[in-house]
């Protein structure tokens, strides 16, 4: 079985066939999600919420980052394992070179950076250096503010011309996928339509190149906070809680 690659995922534009990537923070998860032959995990921020209890992704330090992306690369997985740029690390060019070496040092294969424009220097000067960047536009969970405002994006005229373009300007610069976070359904279909690489919808509806989901959300094990679009495959929280009351009262009647 081959190593799947930025390239592998950027290619997939001309063959049509969907991507269907999910979000991992362990080594169990990577090994089990990898058996499964999904062939992009990403280390998300949104590890923040979902393993370590945070309020949001602006918390997330790059150690935490680095502790997760460890965990996920000890599981030898034939996916290509991407990494989120943490909140503090993506607005200036050394700092985002500094922290995606220590990402992929980690074992990180690629990194994911949120923004359009203003990412662009951060961007050119990555990819310069070899590093494989995925972006990030439409909703992005850094930039929301408190408290967070969840929105679908690109509804208006002008915010729609703005991802449009940042999706061509991302695209142009090089990077190999792009990431589209809550967006119109109709806008992430012409912005798959008008770029070359492949965009990786959530919560943009069904016409992008494929799809990403908080694995969390995916199996039901952070039932607190479900967004709308996520349609869960398991409830995972009530059957580790079934598990616990079964061992209880296992151990209390003393079998
Ligand atoms: O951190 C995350 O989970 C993400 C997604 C695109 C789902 O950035
Ligand atoms: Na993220």
């Known amino acids: 079985s081959i190593k799947i690659t930025p390239d592998w995922v950027r290619n997939r534009k001309n063959t049509g066939e969907k991507i269907a990537a999910l979000t991992v923070v362990d080594y169990p998860t990577a090994k089990i999600l990898d058996e499964a032959q999904i062939p992009l995990l990403l280390v998300g921020d949104s590890l923040g919420m979902v ?3 945070y309020e949001d992704t602006t918390k997330v330090s790059l150690n935490d980052m680095l502790h997760h992306v460890r965990a996920v690369a000890r599981a030898n997985v034939k996916a290509l394992v991407v990494a989120d740029i943490p ?19 980690a074992g990180a294969e690629a990194v994911k950076i949120e923004g359009g424009k203003e990412v662009g220097q951060i961007v050119k000067l990555l990819i310069s ?9 439409g909703l992005m969970p850094q930039f929301l503010g408190q408290p967070p405002k969840y929105r679908k994006y690109g509804i208006d005229e002008k915010e729609k011309k703005q991802i449009i373009d940042d999706a061509l300007f991302l695209s142009r610069l090089g990077v190999f996928a792009i990431v589209l976070e809550a967006l119109d359904e109709a806008v992430a279909a ?9 965009t990786i919808g959530i ?25 709308k679009f996520v349609q869960p495959k398991l409830n995972m929280a009530l059957l580790i809680k079934e598990a616990a009351i079964a061992y209880k009262k296992e151990v209390q009647s003393g079998l």
């Open 51 to 53: 393993t370590l209890g």
């Open 87 to 105: 909140f503090g690390w993506n607005r200036e060019a050394e700092k985002a070179l500094y922290c995606s070496r220590k990402l992929y040092e």
């Open 129 to 137: 250096q070899g590093i494989a960047v995925m972006g990030h536009i």
């Open 190 to 198: 012409e912005v798959t339509r008008l770029i070359e690489v492949p």
């Open 203 to 227: 919560g943009s509806g069904k016409y992008c190149d494929g799809q990403i989901l908080v694995f969390h959300d995916l199996v039901g094990l952070f039932p607190w906070f479900r967004p």
